[in-house]
């Protein structure tokens, strides 16, 4: 009779990449499994509402007349390429959704863990939130996150199936940069002299998802910025 392998103790597990909060460079940090299940959950029913109106989630044209491969859908104000506004004349002219009060205390509390200092959300507003869903095809080319006014961190949080994030630097969308795996839960920042880093999401691992996470399939990723725009 076979005997079972002993449990491996947790000290000595054979994890090939432990899960520890990481500083990928200066004020960008990766906070793994950051968000709880039922955050998670709930966090996909709020982004399923979103994505029903009253815009709707849908594929963002680009002006080169190309589609992005994500689908988008924004609270707060309505982003499209190189601008902001409070009604998306682009889709169906509807004003956006409220930006919720618990998103910035959500906002708030990830940069106090990521900076892993309770002071370092203080005062953070975020007035936006990009929703972007992939599915196993989807992609995001390396850019900057510069369409808002403000210095501001961006804040990232991921649901569903695991993606590569490429960090590059602030000069060029080309090499040097750091690939690292965003799975269900984790929260990445983009901050401090990082804060216009490129950034991009070269490939996603279809079917990597944590049924609890509430997502059956593809990934969801929600970047709370401020935009530094005025008006109502
Ligand atoms: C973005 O760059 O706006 C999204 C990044 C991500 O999906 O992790
Ligand atoms: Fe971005």
Known sequence: MKRAAPATPVLFSTD???????EIAPGAVHVPGWLTPEQQRELVE????????????RHTRLPNGGVMSVQTVCVGWHWRPYAYSRTAEDVNGARVAEFPGWMTELGRRALAAAYEDPAAGEGYAPD???????????????HQDKDER?????VSLSIG???VFRLGTTVG??????????ASGD???LGGPSRFAYHGVPRVHPGTADPAS?????????????????GV
């Open 16 to 22: 090939p990449q432990p899960r520890l909060r990481a």
């Open 214 to 230: 509430g997502l059956a399939g593809g990934r969801l990723n929600i970047t709370m910025r401020v935009t530094g725009l005025t």
């Open 150 to 154: 403000s210095d501001a961190p961006v």
């Open 128 to 142: 936006t939130a990009l929703i972007n869903f992939y599915d196993g095809a989807a992609k995001m080319g390396m």
């Open 187 to 189: 929260l990445f920042v």
């Open 46 to 57: 709020a982004c399923r509402r979103w994505a029903a109106g009253p815009v709707p989630m």
């Open 161 to 163: 199936d695991t993606c």
């Open 173 to 182: 969308r080309t090499r040097p940069w750091t690939d690292i795996q965003l």
